[in-house]
């Protein structure tokens, strides 16, 4: 199962703003199972459900259950990723819709990504509707709120004496600060509605931006393509907790505790998140093992006693026990078929 993910940009500025407002920050990124060194690169990547216990928990220290609107109407998408200059640096508001479409998963993946687009316009008699088509939406009305609370933000500070939204529909219940909705997306919401979708003017689709370089675009684009490529090679723990235990096999005995920590989580953080992908580190070991050590065999790059030191056995016949229980066979056995079909 593919573990979802945001970009630790996104989760650092909910940290800096909530310290702002009085959280303790030690205490902040403890709750959601953080280090610093995790948000140290905006790009990096971590779990949805790490940023979700890190939303509540920031209201929580906040004492504001409209945290995340507030959040939104406060800070800059510019200011926090990639994708904000991009959407910033389009020709139009089509063309910057267009564009988040293409990119949203850098801030925030979800399952509606991989077989289709994130918003939809669909026009309609009073202007055009702005459909999030976010699966399961209830699971995490935070993420609404984060959604719609940025498009009110960023459209208004552009263009102050343009309103932006018209109307908002959310398919959560009302929440207890339910008139917060209203007052910071400054137009009228409705609860229990069938869809989350926004209403503007259909006059807001022939809008150009002043500010659009098509040089300064490409950079942009170049960036978050990279990213983008990125992102699409690392869509599982697993894959990541391989990526930073290959260079270290060799050495034998890999600790948990320092994959953990490289990861920027807690190491029970870090078990919930495999039991989630249905595997334990221990496994994730073991089949990393096998396959370097069938690797090398195979590709006649290292002997049976080399080989074994590189996948992290201090002693050839405990490799070799390992070995037939992974494959059936002895390394030279395997080395002999593998030869054999070649």
């Given at each position: 199962?593919?573990?979802?993910?945001?970009?630790?940009?996104?989760?650092?500025?909910?940290?800096?703003?909530?310290?702002?407002?009085?959280?303790?920050?030690?205490?902040?990124?403890?709750?959601?199972?953080?280090?610093?060194?995790?948000?140290?690169?905006?790009?990096?990547?971590?779990?949805?459900?790490?940023?979700?216990?890190?939303?509540?928990?920031?209201?929580?220290?906040?004492?504001?259950?409209?945290?995340?609107?507030?959040?939104?109407?406060?800070?800059?998408?510019?200011?926090?990723?990639?994708?904000?200059?991009?959407?910033?640096?389009?020709?139009?508001?089509?063309?910057?819709?267009?564009?988040?479409?293409?990119?949203?998963?850098?801030?925030?993946?979800?399952?509606?990504?991989?077989?289709?687009?994130?918003?939809?316009?669909?026009?309609?008699?009073?202007?055009?509707?702005?459909?999030?088509?976010?699966?399961?939406?209830?699971?995490?009305?935070?993420?609404?709120?984060?959604?719609?609370?940025?498009?009110?933000?960023?459209?208004?500070?552009?263009?102050?004496?343009?309103?932006?939204?018209?109307?908002?529909?959310?398919?959560?219940?009302?929440?207890?600060?339910?008139?917060?909705?209203?007052?910071?997306?400054?137009?009228?919401?409705?609860?229990?509605?069938?869809?989350?979708?926004?209403?503007?003017?259909?006059?807001?689709?022939?809008?150009?931006?002043?500010?659009?370089?098509?040089?300064?675009?490409?950079?942009?684009?170049?960036?978050?393509?990279?990213?983008?490529?990125?992102?699409?090679?690392?869509?599982?723990?697993?894959?990541?907790?391989?990526?930073?235990?290959?260079?270290?096999?060799?050495?034998?005995?890999?600790?948990?505790?320092?994959?953990?920590?490289?990861?920027?989580?807690?190491?029970?953080?870090?078990?919930?998140?495999?039991?989630?992908?249905?595997?334990?580190?221990?496994?994730?070991?073991?089949?990393?093992?096998?396959?370097?050590?069938?690797?090398?065999?195979?590709?006649?790059?290292?002997?049976?006693?080399?080989?074994?030191?590189?996948?992290?056995?201090?002693?050839?016949?405990?490799?070799?026990?390992?070995?037939?229980r992974w494959t059936g066979m002895t390394p030279v056995q395997y080395r002999g078929q593998?030869?054999?079909?070649?």
């Amino acid at each position: 199962m593919k573990v979802l993910t945001v970009a630790a940009g996104l989760a650092r500025t909910y940290i800096d703003y909530a310290e702002r407002k009085g959280a303790d920050r030690v205490a902040l990124l403890s709750a959601a199972g953080l280090t610093e060194a995790a948000i140290v690169d905006q790009d990096d990547r971590l779990p949805l459900e790490t940023y979700r216990t890190l939303i509540l928990a920031a209201k929580d220290a906040t004492g504001d259950p409209a945290f995340v609107l507030h959040h939104a109407m406060d800070t800059e998408l510019r200011q926090i990723s990639v994708v904000g200059l991009i959407v910033h640096s389009a020709k139009s508001m089509a063309d910057s819709m267009v564009q988040l479409n293409r990119y949203a998963k850098l801030m925030v993946e979800v399952d509606v990504m991989d077989s289709g687009e994130r918003f939809s316009m669909e026009p309609c008699a009073e202007g055009v509707w702005v459909v999030d088509n976010r699966p399961d939406p209830n699971s995490f009305p935070e993420l609404t709120e984060a959604n719609y609370g940025r498009f009110v933000s960023e459209f208004s500070r552009e263009f102050p004496d343009h309103p932006f939204a018209l109307a908002i529909e959310v398919t959560h219940p009302a929440p207890s600060y339910a008139e917060a909705y209203e007052r910071v997306l400054r137009c009228p919401v409705t609860f229990n509605a069938q869809r989350n979708a926004m209403l503007i003017g259909s006059e807001w689709l022939e809008q150009e931006f002043d500010d659009h370089i098509g040089y300064v675009f490409g950079i942009y684009a170049e960036r978050a393509d990279a990213l983008l490529a990125r992102l699409e090679t690392e869509d599982s723990l697993r894959a990541r907790i391989e990526a930073l235990v290959l260079p270290e096999l060799h050495k034998g005995e890999v600790k948990i505790d320092t994959v953990a920590r490289d990861l920027g989580m807690s190491r029970q953080t870090l078990y919930r998140r495999l039991k989630d992908e249905g595997v334990t580190f221990a496994q994730i070991l073991d089949d990393l093992r096998c396959r370097m050590a069938s690797d090398y065999l195979s590709a006649r790059k290292a002997s049976v006693n080399e080989t074994a030191y590189l996948v992290g056995f201090s002693e050839a016949s405990s490799f070799v026990r390992a070995f037939r229980r992974w494959t059936g066979m002895t390394p030279v056995q395997y080395r002999g078929q593998q030869h054999s079909l070649t």
